[in-house]
């Protein structure tokens, strides 16, 4: 074969990939041609709009266009086309269609550190996954921990006597300490106090560190090019973190497994990675070793990130408006008296449940959530092609005057059952809904709750400015700018 008969060869090769990806591209985008958006730019769509160096302004700039457009409206990046759906009639379908179960493509930057688990999988893994481990968050098993919340809470309540003082400080430090220990004892079942001691600084470093960089690659196209990736810092800093953060959830796998006794042998509490052993003895091929530390990782961030920022969140609110802080502690205040705190209390705490419910709905963990077309389907008029995203924007849908009566402001309220009885139930989606919503729910609100009660018990909190003046920031979660939650606290007087 001569030279030119080869390069002719790689040119036809070369025009069919081509003719193939733009056939692909057009069929994923011709569908949404109707769907309004901001203007674009040829070949990069409003990349300029979304790719930017600061979280604060990417996540300014998207709200603002879901802003001025109707539910859905459509941005592209050039070669990913992605279509916000904000209306909760709309969003009921997306979230009950069984054609829209899988995680979109992004996901998979996060699959480094989760592997295939329960948040980044899809199809027949994901559902005997969700299947078998769903009977772990029930109430009945979740009970069992509130002990160690209420433990962990209350060293975290001593810890915070050396801010009596009156300065301001980042609760949210304390808050990640606490939490990440409630989380290792109850879910991975290892008792480390680092709340007091120094020995899993840097696990939390490295985990802290390994959100960063997820989230950087899924917002920076460069950083997706495999190649390049792995001659960046990034791919470096990666692989220390993903070193340390296995390492860690290795050796409390093999501490389980040489303590497993099936089904326990009476002691009160089994931690779920316990459970999870008891599960791989009844369906062997529930789980490798590797699946279970994927598992534990995903259990652990999906847990420690969002319990402390909610709770963080939940203060920061408190402090800036004193009257519902009031009618908490009052609450605490009739309910509990001068005794302990006990798990049949939290059902009673009904405000505090109204203020955390409040704090989510100004403040959804999970902005926006991501889903792509496993077949061809159909939602309202459009025929949405297989491999398409579409998109949900929680935030919005939580600040839409259509649906809350004072949008912008904190007003617990809102979440008096009389309210709660006329808003459609889509409207509300901190944890998401349908089969891919939160599994940790019950979890997350008993922490909170425990967490919440046994600080403001002790404390009064006050913040400085005022919510309109607060400068949101997300990267896989949305928080506060800086990641600081600055409060003043006192010691409460009734
Ligand atoms: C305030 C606390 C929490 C909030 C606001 C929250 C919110 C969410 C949201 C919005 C999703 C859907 C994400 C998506 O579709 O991309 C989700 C999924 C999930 N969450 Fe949570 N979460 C919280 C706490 C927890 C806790 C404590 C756990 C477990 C210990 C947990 C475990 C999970 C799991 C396993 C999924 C994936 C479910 C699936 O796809 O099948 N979450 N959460």
Excluded at 29 to 53: H, M, Q, S
Excluded at 121 to 135: A, C, I, T
Excluded at 406 to 418: A, D, I, R, S
Excluded at 424 to 444: D, T, V
Aim: charged share 25%.
């Amino acid at each position: 074969m001569t030279v030119l008969s080869y390069i002719t060869e790689i040119l036809i090769i070369l025009t069919v990939i081509l003719l193939k990806f733009l056939w692909g591209r057009n069929r994923k985008f011709e569908w949404a041609n109707d769907i309004p958006g901001p203007k674009t730019l040829p070949v990069i769509g409003n990349a300029l709009t979304l790719y930017c160096r600061d979280y604060e302004i990417f996540f300014q700039n998207l709200m603002q266009c879901c802003q001025n457009f109707p539910s859905p409206m459509k941005l592209s990046t050039g070669l990913k086309l992605y279509v916000i759906f904000s209306d909760p009639f709309q969003v009921e379908k997306i979230f009950t269609s069984n054609a829209l179960l899988n995680k979109d493509d992004l996901y998979k930057y996060i699959e480094v550190f989760y592997g295939e688990s329960l948040i980044t999988g899809s199809g027949s893994k994901w559902k005997k996954d969700r299947r078998l481990l769903s009977p772990l968050f029930l109430i009945k098993n979740i009970k069992q921990y509130f002990p160690a919340m209420l433990k962990h809470s209350e060293i975290l309540v001593d810890i915070l006597q050396t801010h009596e003082d009156g300065l301001s400080f980042n609760v949210e430090r304390f808050l990640h300490r606490a939490v990440t220990d409630i989380v290792n004892e109850t879910i991975i079942g290892f008792k480390a106090n680092c709340q007091r001691t120094n020995e899993l600084d840097s696990f939390i470093h490295h985990i802290t560190r390994a959100y960063n960089l997820v989230h950087q690659r899924m917002i920076k196209p460069w950083l997706q090019i495999e190649f390049l990736y792995k001659l960046s810092k990034n791919y470096r800093q990666q692989m220390e973190a993903k070193d340390v953060i296995y390492n860690f959830f290795r050796k409390s796998l093999e501490h389980a497994k040489e303590q497993h006794v099936h089904q326990g042998n009476g002691e009160a509490v089994r931690s779920m990675l316990d459970q999870m052993l008891d599960i791989r003895d009844e369906v062997p091929h529930f789980a490798s070793d590797e699946e279970i530390l994927h598992h534990l990782i995903t259990l652990f961030s999906a847990g420690e990130d969002t319990i402390t920022l909610i709770t963080s969140f939940t203060l920061v609110m408190l402090g800036l408006h004193p009257e519902c802080q009031n009618k908490v502690a009052q609450e605490l205040h009739s309910v509990l008296g001068d005794d302990n705190l006990q798990e049949f209390h939290l059902s009673k705490l009904t405000y505090l449940e109204m203020v955390i419910k409040e704090t989510m709905r100004l403040f959804p963990i999970a902005p926006l959530v991501l889903r792509q077309a496993s077949q061809d389907t159909e939602l309202e008029s459009w025929k949405i092609p297989q491999g398409t995203t579409v998109s949900v924007n929680i935030f919005h849908i939580h600040r839409d005057k259509r649906h809350w009566l004072k949008p912008q402001e904190f007003y617990p309220e809102h979440f008096l059952p009389e309210a709660v009885s006329k808003r459609h139930p889509y409207a509300y989606l901190p944890f998401s809904a349908g089969s891919r919503g939160c599994l940790g729910k019950r979890y997350a609100y008993m922490a909170m709750e425990v967490i919440l009660a046994t600080i403001l018990r002790r404390y009064s909190v006050k913040t400085e400015g005022s919510l309109n003046n607060l400068e949101l920031s997300a990267d896989l979660s949305v928080r506060l700018k800086g990641n600081n939650y600055s409060i003043k606290i006192s010691k409460r007087v009734f």
